[in-house]
């Protein structure tokens, strides 16, 4: 095709070479799933596969070339089909669609990355035997599926919330058997990641975000497709949970009973996974209506808090297991690894401690500042989304602003807020990245800066479970904290930058 003057028309070779690279991203994405779909069936988190494995065990296993072959092919198919259309795919439907495709392999083989569906199942059998699950382990319970549980978990007690042990004692019940549970437990994620698609298109609109890249970066990461279709994690149930939740919230802001209902939805996201609590304060700035008042904020909050704590309540006190579920999070610490970075500055603290001959231990050190660091940083978050929203009742043309800027800041603040949490927590795990991700995929402008670390994260486990953060303890520790200390440098240098040319003023010859 041509243009007046003979000249031939760019538009049209752009967007013919964009569909071409659309649909060789899709049949690259879709072979590395089945090669995910290939490892799992040979070498994943199987109940009869052993526990305790290296890299090099897995690769000496039965299949074990193939095995770690096919998972790291896959991986990197599966990752760079979704990293290189980031900025945009041909339609909103497509990548509906293609992340579909993607799911349907990963749907039907082994669980994936991660053993904790089967943790699941054995604290709803407890439950389901008359066993509270937050007072004694899975062990202690007699659990008659316990070989299958890591043994890092099995004397622990339930780390989730009332609603998520109701849910996996009704999959025990259902399901006649661990293979009858997994099979709803992974039904039970998928539901949650249907509500998530539901939801997205609806909060990138009021945001002001293209739904086709919203949808990309969240339905087609292999974040979810790995961790919570595959491997059936319950953070799938609270993010569905959570963006209906707030859904409700941007539609109808300042309405007492949509905002009850919402507080209800948030409520149930957190008796899932306590994690949500970090959206509620955020959650109640989106509830306002109209002007930004301390007036409006308490009033239009207390009726979000009021569906929250009913929730809570119901749950806690309906299950007959009240709050003893709040107990039970201290324990999902338990684990440490170099990719939460408080943890990696502690190992590293104690290295250094180790060369000089003393003993430091750190890690409970640097996990308790950056537990505070975390407070201070959601406080920043809330009061500057606050102020922002503040500033927008004089500006002519307010109730036009405010409906098109609140989704936006509130969610974004959000998003920034699960962020800060995943970050400055003292356990990371690779699904962990899917909080802050729901949420920016659908609020923020730029998004290489969320896009990187999930691709990255998707790299960290193996088939069967096996993390790799297990086996590169001390290197990994060192790298992470030179990357901590680099960012704080930068984030310093630029601020003392600001500053200066603040104190300056403006150059000669303007003002």
């Known amino acids: 095709m041509t243009a007046a003057g003979g000249r031939p028309t760019p538009v049209v070779a752009v967007d013919a070479s964009g569909e071409g690279r659309a649909r060789l991203a899709r049949w690259a994405g879709l072979a590395g799933a089945l090669l995910l779909a290939v490892a799992g069936y040979l070498g994943g988190a199987l109940p009869s596969a052993p526990l305790r494995t290296t890299p090099v065990s897995i690769w000496q296993g039965p299949h074990g070339p193939v095995v770690v072959g096919a998972w790291l092919v896959g991986t990197g198919l599966l990752v760079g089909a979704w990293w290189a259309l980031r900025r945009g795919v041909p339609s909103t439907g497509w990548a509906y669609r293609t992340a579909g495709l993607w799911a349907l392999p990963l749907l039907a083989t082994a669980p994936l990355g991660s053993r904790d569906v089967y943790s699941y199942a054995c604290q709803g059998w407890a439950y389901a035997h008359g066993v509270d699950p937050y007072a004694t382990g899975v062990a202690e319970a007699g659990c008659p599926w316990l070989d299958t549980v890591s043994p890092i978990w099995r004397d622990t007690p339930a780390p989730y919330g009332p609603l998520f042990v109701l849910l996996a ?53 292999p974040l979810l497709g790995v961790h919570l279709v595959a491997g059936a994690h319950n ?28 507080g209800v939805l948030l409520g149930l996201a957190v008796a899932v996974k306590a994690s949500a609590v970090v959206v509620l304060p955020f959650a109640a700035l989106a509830a306002v209506r109209g002007r930004y008042t301390v007036r409006a904020l308490l009033r239009d909050a207390g009726w979000l808090a009021a569906g929250v704590l009913a929730a809570l309540l119901v749950v806690s006190l309906g299950s007959g297991l009240g709050l003893g579920w709040v107990g039970g999070l201290t324990h999902s610490a338990d684990s440490a690894q170099w990719t939460s970075p408080p943890t990696a500055v502690g190992f590293v603290a104690d290295y250094a401690g180790d060369l000089l001959g003393r003993r430091t231990d750190a890690v409970p050190v640097a996990r308790a500042v950056g537990l505070l660091l975390l407070a201070v940083v959601l406080v920043a978050l809330w009061w500057r989304a606050w102020t922002a929203l503040r500033g927008l009742n004089d500006a002519r043309q307010r109730v036009a602003r405010l409906a098109a800027a609140r989704p936006r800041v509130t969610l974004r603040s959000a998003g920034l807020a699960l962020a800060a949490t995943v970050v400055l927590a003292p356990v990371f795990h690779p699904w962990y990245a899917t909080w802050p991700l729901a949420l920016l995929a659908v609020a923020a402008t730029r998004t290489t800066w969320f896009v990187l670390p999930c691709a990255l994260a998707a790299c960290l486990t193996l088939p069967d479970g096996t993390n790799l953060a297990r086996f590169s303890k001390a290197p990994g520790a060192v790298v992470m904290t030179a990357l901590v200390l680099t960012l704080v440098t930068l984030a310093l240098t630029r601020r003392l930058r600001a500053a200066r040319a603040r104190a300056s003023g403006p150059p000669p010859g303007r003002s």
């Open 235 to 262: 953070d799938a149930v609270m993010l569905g949970l959570l963006l209906l939740g707030l859904l409700v919230l941007v539609r109808y802001p300042g309405k007492p009973r949509p905002l009850v209902i919402a």
């Open 169 to 221: 004692a009704l999959a025990v019940l259902l399901g006649g058997g661990l293979t009858g549970t997994i099979v709803l437990l992974r039904l039970v994620a998928v539901a949650g990641v249907l509500l998530v698609a539901l939801c997205l298109p609806g909060l990138a609109r009021a945001a002001g975000v293209p739904t086709r890249r919203a949808a990309w970066l969240l339905l087609a990461s």
